[in-house]
């Protein structure tokens, strides 16, 4: 039996300048499966993109053990550090760019990794499907999934992992501390670190309510979604889970019982886990479907698939 070959390349977008003049770039990687030099036309690789999250960074944890995981199944791969998340060479060396992180930036970053793909300036992305690019965010980065998907009518389906329904996830206590000093500081438990996160911040949710109002965003959405969520996750994030529910009940969940918010992970990683791998399954069986269904309609069949029962390990009412 053939042992599959992942192909891995790295990519340096430029994303910019900051106001002091000092430039900003996306590092990231792309990883497919390697597919044999045949006489015969390759099929094109659908696209998913992967989010990080607050705090997080590409090579964090399951990140690129996941990745290259969907590549395995024939996916087109794009993992990614967003342009102020902090971590330069390591976790985390860019602590002044992390404090000035905002979500309008984050979605900018992604936008410049969609323009990428589609002027085929990502390594070997001329292999890839244009009309199936898939959207996968871990926290955080399920949310601003989620808000770019609602703006790009390219993103033809999205996945969040333990996702925020809120872009404002901090507590009241710093968000005094910022508006007294300007600034304050949250603790890394793993790295020691005291993480500033300035004024900025918040002048750009208040200047962009409306299209960072999550929740409103998701019940929008016409494309298909799906909500991974972690039934052990955080209070607070298990309340945002329980509003986009409500807010958008048209979109597909899946709980993950007793899953944690890294389901189990952890960085540097230690190897897979029971959730993790769960997540994994149910976002591939997601994702598959959407491909069957424009195959379907790309040969002008009727497009019947639906879910007609949940998968092992989730419970009864978790998918829809």
Request: charged fraction near 20%; aromatic fraction near 10%; include cysteine.
């Amino acid at each position: 039996m053939s042992q599959t070959i992942i192909q891995q390349q790295e990519f340096v977008l430029n994303a910019g300048l900051l106001p002091s003049g000092e430039s900003l770039c996306i590092r990231g990687e792309v990883r497919y499966k390697h597919r044999h030099d045949s006489n015969s036309v390759l099929p094109l690789l659908p696209v998913l993109i992967i989010s990080h999250g607050f705090k997080g960074f590409k090579d964090w944890g399951f990140f690129p053990y996941a990745a290259s995981r969907f590549a395995e199944q024939g996916f087109y791969v794009v993992t990614f550090n967003f342009s102020c998340n902090g971590v330069n060479e390591v976790d985390f060396d860019e602590l002044d760019k992390f404090a000035i992180n905002t979500y309008s930036r984050e979605q900018a970053d992604l936008e410049l990794i969609l323009e990428a793909l589609a002027d085929h300036r990502l390594p070997d992305s001329e292999q890839t499907h244009r009309e199936l690019i898939y959207l996968l965010g871990h926290s955080r980065g399920g949310g601003g999934s989620i808000l770019l998907a609602s703006r790009h009518p390219e993103v033809k389906a999205v996945v969040a992992w333990n996702g925020n329904g809120s872009v404002d996830m901090f507590d009241d206590s710093l968000k005094s501390e910022i508006e007294q000093n300007g600034v304050a500081y949250i603790g890394n438990a793993r790295t020691g670190q005291q993480m500033p996160i300035r004024d900025e911040f918040y002048t750009d949710l208040a200047a962009n309510r409306s299209r960072f109002d999550i929740a409103a965003r998701l019940a929008d959405l016409i494309i298909p979604v799906l909500l991974v969520q972690g039934s052990k996750d955080s209070d607070k994030l298990l309340a945002g889970f329980a509003a986009m529910v409500e807010a958008a009940p048209h979109h597909r969940r899946f709980i993950i019982e007793g899953g944690t918010h890294t389901f189990g992970s952890v960085h540097p990683f230690a190897g897979t886990t029971d959730q993790l791998e769960e997540a994994i399954r149910i976002t591939l069986y997601f994702l598959r479907e959407h491909q069957h269904v424009f195959e379907e309609q790309s040969s002008d069949t009727k497009a019947s698939k639906c879910w007609e029962h949940n998968t092992d390990g989730g419970t009864a009412d978790a998918v829809l």
